[in-house]
T-cell receptor, first 113, second 113 residues
Framework: DVKVTQSSRYLVKRTGEKVFLECVQD?????MFWYRQDPGLGLRLIYF???????EKGDIPEGYSVSREKKERFSLILESASTNQTSMYLC????????????FGSGTRLTVV | AQSVTQPDIHITVSEGASLELRCNYS??????LFWYVQSPGQGLQLLLK??????LVQGIKGFEAEFKRSQSSFNLRKPSVHWSDAAEYFC???????????FGTGTRLKVLA
């Protein structure tokens, strides 16, 4: 089974801090995604990457950036954390061939105080 | 614009009763369709998917879904709900050649003993 691992389950950061959320997948998937999940809003796409060093903005990229230096790792960066970025962050990966649907990590619940 | 609607925010059923969760989409052609389940504090797990072919799709944990083109719907069903099915369920849709899915806002299922 494909595994998508998010480095932290829970994170508490202070306003203004630079925050790194890490995601690693172990099955050579081309596409990787970062979503945030908020009650009543479902999942909203922040950024995605379809190859190493390639990225595209999703629906809510403001205040975030991403890095994909290696195929298996996709990092989400909050340049200056704010309280409105308190949320559940979900990483997913997807292999183009096989059409298996996204595989999600367990999520990182980030609280910005 | 493409969209996904899950009209029911909360559903409560008794254990052993049948279940149907609704999902409607807006798109001019046949999309890729998915149902995911999320247990509290966890990531999303794929229940089933539809790409083409037979419109009745079988998934894991005894779930099935039926694609109805005329109604632009992909409703999830289970004939007999177990207490362990209590979770949040998300419908997701992929459009055209993009690998970006759009997620519904979710339906939270409560199961009464």
């Amino acid at each position: 089974d494909v595994k998508v691992t998010q480095s932290s389950r829970y994170l508490v950061k202070r306003t203004g801090e630079k925050v790194f959320l890490e995601c690693v997948q172990d099955m050579d998937h081309e596409n990787m995604f970062w979503y945030r999940q908020d009650p009543g809003l479902g999942l909203r796409l922040i950024y995605f990457s379809y190859d190493v060093k390639m990225k595209e903005k999703g629906d809510i990229p403001e205040g975030y950036s991403v890095s994909r230096e290696k195929k298996e790792r996709f990092s989400l960066i909050l340049e200056s954390a704010s309280t409105n970025q308190t949320s559940m962050y979900l990483c997913a990966s997807y292999r183009v061939a096989g059409r298996s649907g996204y595989t999600f990590g367990s999520g990182t619940r980030l609280t910005v105080v | 614009a493409q969209s996904v609607t899950q009209p029911d925010i909360h559903i409560t059923v008794s254990e052993g009763a049948s279940l149907e969760l609704r999902c409607n989409y807006s798109y001019g052609a046949t999309p890729y369709l998915f149902w995911y389940v999320q247990s509290p504090g966890q990531g999303l797990q794929l229940l089933l998917k539809y790409f083409s072919g037979d419109t009745l799709v079988q998934g894991i944990k005894g779930f099935e879904a039926e694609f109805k083109r005329s109604q632009s719907s992909f409703n999830l069903r289970k004939p007999s709900v177990h207490w362990s099915d209590a979770a949040e369920y998300f419908c997701a849709v992929g459009f055209g050649g993009t690998y970006k899915y759009i997620f519904g806002t979710g339906t939270r299922l409560k199961v009464l003993a």
